[in-house]
């Protein structure tokens, strides 16, 4: 995952985290009811989500999901979980200004240790 970003990139991310984004403790959907941390990026702009995907150095793009109201875009979605989310939280959060998307990202990584 270790790779040299510009910080101009990483800052970009971030402000799109900051306004198509969210991080917490989702379900894992086990039967258990165990949460892991998540990190995602929603929009209709798939090409800003290669985008994201190619300066964060790994994830994938979801499939287009297609909302049941009429005239509506397919919705689009990089998801990180686990390691992987505590990762890119890292990466972001020196970027972050929204005291909101802060709490977020930090509340996230106050569970590091127990993953």
């Known amino acids: 995952m270790e790779r040299i ?7 970009w ?7 198509e984004g969210s991080a917490g403790m989702w379900s894992t ?11 995602s990026i929603t929009n209709t702009q ?8 190619r300066i964060i150095g790994f994830g994938r793009v979801s ?27 890292h990466l972001l959060l020196p970027f972050i200004k929204s005291n909101y998307k802060r709490n977020q990202l930090e509340s996230l990584l106050k569970v590091e240790k127990k993953v």
Do not use: W
């Open 63 to 89: 499939p287009p999901y297609f909302p049941k109201k009429p005239n509506c875009n397919p919705i689009y979605k990089v998801s990180y979980s686990a390691r992987k989310a505590l990762y890119v939280a």
């Open 5 to 11: 970003r510009p910080s101009e990139e990483v800052a």
């Open 13 to 19: 991310v971030a402000g799109i985290f900051e306004g």
């Open 29 to 39: 959907g086990s039967k258990r009811g165990q949460k892991a941390p998540q990190l």
């Open 46 to 53: 798939k090409d800003m989500l290669d985008e994201v995907v």
